[in-house]
């Protein structure tokens, strides 16, 4: 740090005093120019003898103040007085570059090379505006980064060809930014593949080279921001033919896959795993951008499934980390696309696509016993899937609600039959929350419903379907606790955690189901509102009474309390509200079959009571 500044220091000492030699007109021009030049010369060459007698870091200051006094003194030879052409002044500084870094090669001055690279890589910006020769600044830079990939091969210098390379895709954006256009994006696109494979390459070198934490980053950090770079300028070069952009999102996203696979198969392909799934994860990403580039409206949604199952069925393991997001990302997308056609085939393929990430949240790769034995749903992709199924079905499915909850609980029926299939803990949590949502969903479809006016007399279709479907839920929260009762021995399933919200769900679902069936029969007999909310107050005991038994024979204090609670609420509902207004001869028939509910459940919890007391 002391020699860096220290020759710095010289160096501003010396321009300082060639401005004060000007200012007072001592010299002419040419001699004040050659002198300069000459200066500059020899206090390059100094730099050698200090570091023959081991000060290195003394040379490298000395050696890059020469070399800063060399460009100072042609440029204004330049630009100042024009005593020089511009072709003059790029091989007087490439040839002073190339000296000091051949020095700081012979006499490894390494602070001296990063100089004399960075002198290399602004002589086209210094000499001239770099205009529309592109070809001309490719070879140049070419050779710049070939030359610095050699002294790195030697000296073990990385930072010369990144240097080299991040000071050309600078220059490249800067041509890029003044003079790309239509005719000319093939040559620009070519410079690019050209500086990726050197990049490759060099950081390649780099992996194989050497064992160190911070030069493996490099070289990993090299690949991957060439591989951006690549596609902004392939994006930039072909921005007015998407179908050539898309081509050549695909070619970069193959040459990242590559470049993993290359990765992972050296000796050390455990530490390559991360930036391996970098590479898998961005070409994923350009085959995703690829699709809208090259298809569009039922051929996009296809693609995007296509990318989602193959995500499914890659076997590799290195994707286990990105097989959720791979999976979810081109799904989602497709149901997106699917919902937004509004025309055939919308429907199947947003059904197909959200089908994709639920199938996935039940299959495992891992065939293994173990594995298979405490294999659980994804929760990640079930919610997904589920709520990319609802969004379709709402979207571009029947209108009516009733017929919408059943295309909507499909996921549901799945994920209950799988679990009761293969019981895990996992599995029934899961299972009861998708009991819940769409316990959710069919109070949304009979407000729904009752909001359209569909609950009417001469057609008993709707509460027909809607009670299917609250059978269901019912049925499929029935079997869960059946084989959470197989998986426990009675005596261990006291308040159980799994089975407790299983049972309350299955009571609501019931307990619907009876209302439903009861205004059903109200509308056909044609009864008056004071009697038809009697039937549904005793429709709640009723259900209370079951849960009360059941909570009572299973040992579940929740569903007892439960029970209790909506005896309690019958009563206030049967006292308070519904025989305010009735007459008497209701009002005791209402009273009476209170009492015979609440009789027959104290005779149910003396049974229940003498069954567990041990004789």
């Not at 009861?432 to 569909?454: D, F, K, P, Q, S």
């Amino acid at each position: 740090m002391l020699a860096a500044t220290g020759g710095a220091a010289l160096l501003l000492g010396l321009v300082s005093f060639v401005v004060y030699a000007i200012e007072q007109e001592w010299l002419s021009p040419g001699v004040r120019f050659a002198g300069a030049a000459l200066l500059s010369a020899l206090l390059t060459v100094a730099a050698w003898p200090l570091a023959r007698k081991r000060y290195e870091s003394v040379a490298g200051a000395v050696g890059g103040a020469g070399l800063g006094g060399w460009f100072a003194a042609w440029l204004l030879a330049r630009h100042t007085h024009e005593l020089v052409s511009g072709p003059q002044v790029f091989v007087a500084l490439g040839v002073g570059a190339a000296a000091c870094l051949l020095i700081a090669d012979r006499l490894r001055l390494r602070l001296m090379a990063v100089l004399a690279t960075l002198a290399a890589c602004a002589t086209p910006v210094l000499v001239a505006n770099v205009g529309g020769h592109l070809v001309e600044l490719m070879i140049y830079q070419l050779v710049v980064v070939g030359v610095l990939m050699f002294v790195d091969w030697r000296r073990s210098w990385p930072e010369l060809p990144t240097i080299a390379l991040v000071a050309t895709w600078m220059l490249g954006g800067r041509w890029a930014a003044m003079n790309l256009g239509p005719d000319n994006g093939d040559v620009f696109m070519l410079w690019s593949v050209v500086l990726l494979v050197a990049s490759a390459a060099s950081g390649w070198r780099l992996l194989q080279a050497s064992v160190d934490a911070a030069d493996q980053l490099h070289a990993q950090a090299r690949l991957i921001v060439a591989g951006i770079l690549s596609w902004a300028a392939a994006t930039a070069a072909f921005s007015q033919t998407p179908k050539t952009l898309a081509l050549a999102t695909l070619c970069l996203g193959g040459w990242h896959v590559v470049l993993a696979v290359l990765l992972l198969r050296r000796a050390d392909a455990a530490e390559g795993s991360t930036v391996s799934r970098v590479f898998i994860g961005f070409a994923w990403v350009q085959a995703m951008v690829a699709g809208p580039l090259l298809v569009g409206d039922a051929a996009l949604v296809s693609w995007w499934i296509g990318m989602s199952v193959v995500a499914v069925a890659l076997p590799w393991s290195v994707l286990r980390p990105l097989r959720i997001a791979m999976i979810l990302l081109p799904s989602l997308a497709a149901v997106i696309a699917a919902v937004d056609l509004h025309e055939p085939p919308a429907l199947p393929l947003g059904l197909f696509a959200a089908a994709v990430p639920l199938g996935a949240s039940l299959w495992s790769r891992d065939r293994s016993d173990d594995a298979v034995k405490n294999a659980s749903p994804n929760v990640v992709l079930w919610t997904a899937a589920m709520v990319g199924w609802t969004g379709v079905v709402v979207e571009l499915g029947p209108k009516a609600p009733h017929v919408a909850l059943l295309w909507a609980l499909v996921p549901v029926v799945v994920l209950g039959g799988w679990v009761c299939a293969r019981l895990t803990r996992h599995g029934v949590w899961l299972a009861t929350a998708g009991l819940g949502v769409g316990l959710i969903g069919a109070l949304v479809a009979i407000a729904g419903c009752e909001a359209e006016g569909l609950f009417k007399a001469e057609q008993a279709g709707p509460q027909a379907l809607l009670v299917v479907a609250l059978l269901t839920l019912a049925g499929l929260g029935g079997a869960l606790i059946w084989r959470v009762i197989q998986a426990k021995q009675l005596e261990r399933l006291e308040d159980d955690a799994e089975a407790g919200p299983l049972g309350i769900l299955v009571a609501l679902s019931l307990g619907l189901s009876l209302a439903l069936v009861t205004s059903v029969v109200m509308d056909v007999v044609g009864a008056g509102p004071g009697f038809a909310q009697l039937c549904y107050t005793l429709c709640i005991a009723a259900t209370s009474l079951v849960l009360l038994v059941a909570g009572l024979r299973l040992r579940q204090g929740s569903w007892r309390h439960l029970a209790l609670a909506g005896f309690a609420f019958a009563a206030v509902k049967i006292v308070g509200f519904d025989l305010a207004d009735a007459d008497v001869v209701w009002r005791a028939l209402g009273f009476a079959g209170i009492g015979v509910i609440l009789i027959a459940g104290a005779y149910a919890y003396s049974r229940a009571q003498r069954s567990m007391t041990p004789s």
